[in-house]
């Protein structure tokens, strides 16, 4: 039976610690599932269709990912809600410090509670991405900086034209 993992998450925009955590994720499942999160209570800079279409971009684009082996779709319930309609019992969330932790693991048992049937599994991108963040990344480019060693190409475009 194949195995499917769902990374959520805001991926806004998406960053290379993003993109370490779907290719760690690949070497455990069949296919990832990056679910691109809508909710009218947070503010993103960019719209979660126009997310969708950088995340695509990035992936398949710029760094040739297998259409077959990871999916991309923005969802809008809870994310135990999606696992059950997807067919997944698996839920990935990734960790750069510590800091991360203790709501992660608040975020894991919630879920656990709400399905007992999935599992959350943390991963951590490589050393040299671990310190990017999505916010890091949106401050640096709306001050003129360089973003080459955060995120695609595609995506430092996206970002630029945000801006301009």
Known sequence: MKKNLLYPGTFDPITYGHIDLIKKALKIVDTVI????ENSNKKYLFEASERLEIVKNA????LNFSKKRVKIIIFNSLTT????KLKSNIILRGLRAV??????YQLAGM????NSNIETIFLMSDIENQIISSNFVKEI???????KK???KSTIKALKNKYE
């Open 81 to 84: 809600s999606l696992c059950k």
């Open 150 to 152: 955060f995120t695609t």
């Open 111 to 114: 879920n656990k509670k709400l």
């Open 141 to 147: 480019i709306e001050l003129k900086g360089d973003i």
């Open 59 to 62: 992936l398949f684009k710029d």
């Open 99 to 104: 800091s991360d932790f203790e709501y992660e």
């Open 34 to 37: 990056v679910a691109i999160s």
